[in-house]
């Protein structure tokens, strides 16, 4: 299996430049999670790999070929796209075949890779319908079917999961997971969702504006963020920010009438006057805390096993507070929010992670 590397890319529309140099390793055989808002350089990265995009700096390397001018089909990766169009009028057999047969591979060759891929995605018994005779999953594993009957050296997804419903998405998220161990292939798959990045990737690569922001391990980046950016990309629901000014060792809050939290491991680093924004997650709320914050909740969502309330202060900062017994909480409780100190990380003006 091939790995991926990147040099240096850059890539210009016109004098807009989306990609802005990016370097980056995959190693074959990891599973590998592009994140990143929306118009940031995701799918245009993964088009840039494919070779459906020319670059205009750098060098894009699969196994130990430099491919900038390597043709797509002759690059050994192969592409599912968010909006996997299937050929209607054909069966699955033939919507999975079809690239064998355009290359003029055998018949019989042709049925035993479908058959073989038919047998990884459990599409057996279905390969004689038709599209429009499959739920939605499964023509999403059809999509994935005609990807994995060419072999790939590298897989590249482009948010395959995001017209299926919430529990389709679970249920293919697994296949996907299963796909990967099954067939020890590269990966590189780029999502929206939280969930997916964290449970599926080996390596999350956060992408802003056209550069990386940072590369990890899931929790590497849930524990460690490099940054503001990442620390709030990553967890869901975000991580909450706190803006205010050191003074005596502890972070005088801006929005929180004055209310005060201990700066813990950062005080004596940073002297008083210091701008610095503090971030607590939501799950880092708990009742044996040492910090406290007084706060009204404004909006209370029972999830069952748990509940986020959404507090405030009558000012713009909301504060999302998870908790695992919040059930006779409603709007317009007061309560202490409290947290361990421990837990707060600092980021500086700029953004950057300062403790
Ligand atoms: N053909 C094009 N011509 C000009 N600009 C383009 C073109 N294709 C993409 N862009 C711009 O490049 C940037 C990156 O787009 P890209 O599609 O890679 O974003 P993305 O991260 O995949 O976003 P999304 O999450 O919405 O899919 C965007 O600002 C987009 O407007
Ligand atoms: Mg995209």
Redesign the pocket.
Known sequence: MSGVELKGVRKS??A?E?IRGVDLEIKPKEFVVFV????????????IIAGLETISQGDVIIGDRVVNDVDPSKRGIAMVFQSYALYPHMTVRDNMGFALRFAGVPKSEIERQVREAARILELENLLDRRPKELSGGQRQRVAIGRAIVRHPEVFLF??PLSNLDAELRVHMRIEIARLHKELQTTIIY?T?DQVEAMTLADKIVV?RD?VIEQVGTPLDLYDDPANQFVAGFIGSPKMNFLEGVVENGSLLLAHYDGQKIPLGPVSGKVPDGTRLVAGIRPEHFGPNGSARLAVTAEIVEHLGGETFVYAGNGGREILTVGMHDGRAFKPGDKFEAAFDPAKLMFFDSQGLRVS
Do not use: A, I
């Not at 808002?37 to 995701?42: D, E, I, L, N, V």
């Open positions: 529309y016109g807009l989306v990143g808002p929306s118009g940031c350089g995701k799918s245009t990265l993964l088009r482009d948010e780029v929206h992408l056209g």
